[in-house]
């Protein structure tokens, strides 16, 4: 059984620009949900996705944008990029059976700058 | 809307002694949560869940937590602290549909041999 993958690990990007990162559920697993870890805090829900559309959203800007695919891999897009979007993205898949049960990815390191 | 949060940024204990980390929730309806620990370089890992069923909940490593509707908590303990359990614990609430997730702000835990 393969976990969740996350690509990048690492990514610096400079204020303005777009980024996307991408994320492979683990197997079996059709629901992905993306949180932003800022340092030295608790991970912030972005939104989250089921059957290729958005299905839940927490208190961030339209810049921050998803897909998921057939096969259930998703990207985040981020737009426009500020320095405070420097975190931890982290991606989680889970069935929807037991959605509760969140399986997390290692993050992408985003640096904005 | 639906929060958590943990009494103290950090706790640290000695090996053998008990463990009891803080959560207080606030939500409007009957609430879904869980702890999650995450340890040093490795991805957020699911301890145990509270979902409407006994209040008194069993996790991995011998973590258990009880919800207390009448206090809004939902204290992780454990009987005694091993020098594998140092990292960082976040307690986590959903809302019913289980479509978003809010996270705490986290509680390091130390363990002193």
């Known amino acids: 059984e393969t976990g969740v993958t996350q690509s990048p690990t690492h990514l610096i990007k400079t204020r303005g620009q777009q980024v996307t990162l991408r994320c492979s559920s683990q197997?079996?697993?059709?629901?992905v949900s993306w949180y932003q870890q800022a340092l030295g805090q608790g991970p912030q829900f972005i939104f989250q996705y089921y059957r290729e559309e958005e299905n839940g959203r927490g208190n961030f800007p339209p810049r921050f944008s998803g897909l998921q695919f057939p096969n259930y891999s998703s990207e985040l897009n981020v737009n426009a990029l500020e320095l405070d979007d420097s975190a931890l993205y982290l991606c989680?898949?889970?069935?929807?059976?037991?959605?509760?049960?969140?399986?997390f990815g290692p993050g992408t390191r985003l640096t904005v700058t | 809307a639906q929060s958590v949060t943990q009494l103290d940024s950090h706790v640290s204990v000695s090996e053998g002694t008990p463990v009891l980390l803080r959560c207080n929730y606030s939500s409007s309806y009957s609430p879904s949560l869980f702890w999650y620990v995450q340890h040093p370089n490795k991805g957020l890992q699911l301890l145990l869940k509270y979902t409407s069923a006994a209040t008194l909940v069993k996790g991995i490593n011998g973590f258990e937590a009880e919800f207390k509707k009448s206090e809004t908590s939902f204290h992780l303990t454990k009987p005694s602290a091993h020098m594998s359990d140092a990292a960082e614990y976040f307690c986590?609430?959903?809302?019913?549909?289980?479509?978003?997730?809010?996270f705490g702000s986290g509680t390091k835990l130390n363990v002193k041999p």
């Open positions: 986590v609430v959903s809302d019913d549909n289980f479509n978003k997730f809010y």
């Open positions: 989680a898949s889970s069935s929807r059976d037991t959605t509760y049960e969140q399986y």
């Open positions: 197997s079996g697993h059709n629901t």
